[in-house]
């Protein structure tokens, strides 16, 4: 009876449904498990199946053969230089393209000594002044920094990774780290400061020693800074390193308090107000100091010196400021070429570029505090 081809009664009529043996004895195997399993638990029936089940249930994949770990695509780790100070110092003037500039600079003497303006009678003739003009001049250095990404490399990347943007901003954070590393140098060189300009801390002068006194130290150096005739803004200066001693010198937090009470660390805004300065900042960015090869080994680019300096808001004529970073173009670009040859399939250059020459120009607008910590 088994063998009798079975009836499917649908809408449009009787239709024969063919089994197969194979068919017929899979439903009959089915129906001999259902009723093993439902059969009352501690009889034969029952455990025979529950034995059945408990090797079929350990036959099964675990999580670790069936789930191939899986990217991420909203976690990644990418590390990032601490602030760059140096273009706050000495902003951008941008030379047009040009790679050499001529400007005029115009004599400080003439500006702080004037002959007598009285006159003898109504008929006496006015003392005579006179104006001279003196010219300096730059001459900007090209440069440039490229990384290389493969065609197949990128066909072939998963998200969250995008090696052409990562080679692009790569490229341009080496540009402003090895630009902030060249204004650092100038700005922190004792050559690049008249002698009344300068002062060197040693022994309990310096900042870290209880008997030092700060206060006095910076108050000296505001007061020796030249003003410029334009707008520009009188800014302090100094490293991480001096900043956390400064912060917490006696003499600091003993300008703030208040009804007996005194703040546990000073901050900058609370210094600038105090000594009358626009805004202090603070330079944090490292630096790996070790050669190619060896155990990384990480400094601060900014010493351990203080300063305070004139930088002028905007480039402007008849103005003078600690000094510029004249560039051939306001900003660095990017661009991004392909080349042919190299790799299976080509691929693209990621070149970040521009002129510069970083330039002090009236070093008597600012001052410099050598060695201001042990």
Avoid: C
């Amino acid at each position: 009876m088994d063998q009798m081809p079975r009836i499917l009664r649908t809408a449009v009529g009787d239709v024969k449904l063919q089994r197969t043996e194979k068919g017929l004895h899979y439903e009959r195997y089915l129906k001999h498990v259902v009723g093993m399993g439902e059969a009352r638990k501690g009889t034969p029936a029952y455990e025979l199946w529950m034995r059945a089940n408990e090797g079929v249930v350990s036959q099964k994949s675990t999580p670790g053969q069936v789930h191939v770990s899986a990217v991420m695509t909203n976690l990644s780790v990418q590390y990032a230089n601490d602030e760059f100070i140096g273009l706050r110092l000495m902003p951008i003037i941008s030379t047009g393209g040009k790679l050499t500039a001529t400007f005029f600079q115009y004599p400080k003497r003439e500006r702080f000594a004037y002959p007598d303006d009285s006159m003898a009678g109504h008929r006496a003739t006015a003392n005579e002044l006179n104006q001279t003009r003196t010219t300096d001049s730059v001459a900007l250095t090209p440069r440039a920094l490229r990384e290389f990404v493969d065609e197949t490399t990128i066909r072939n990347q998963d998200a969250p990774l995008n090696e052409l943007l990562d080679a692009q901003q790569n490229v341009l954070e080496g540009m402003h780290f090895l630009q902030e590393k060249r204004i650092a140098a100038l700005v922190q060189a004792q050559a690049s400061y008249p002698a009344g300009n300068r002062v060197q801390l040693s022994g309990t002068d310096q900042w870290s020693d209880a008997a030092s006194t700060p206060i006095t130290d910076i108050l000296n150096a505001t007061a020796s800074v030249f003003r410029g005739r334009g707008p520009a803004r009188l800014v302090g200066w100094t490293s991480l390193e001096v900043w956390n001693v400064l912060r917490q010198h006696a003499d600091i937090l003993d300008l703030f308090k208040f009804s007996g009470s005194s703040p546990g660390l000073a901050t900058p805004d609370m210094l600038a107000q105090w000594f009358d300065l626009d805004e202090l900042i603070i330079g944090r960015a490292r630096e790996d100091t070790a050669n190619i090869g060896q155990t990384e080994t990480y400094g601060r680019i900014w010493g351990k010196h203080f300063g305070v300096a004139r930088v002028a808001i905007a480039p402007s004529i008849r103005n003078a400021s600690l000094g510029f970073t004249f560039q051939d173009r306001q900003g660095a670009e990017t661009d991004t070429v392909f080349e042919s040859v190299r790799g299976m399939d080509g691929g693209w250059w990621s070149r970040s570029k521009f002129a510069d020459q970083a330039k002090i120009i009236a070093a008597d607008t600012s001052f410099l505090i050598e060695d201001a910590v042990a």
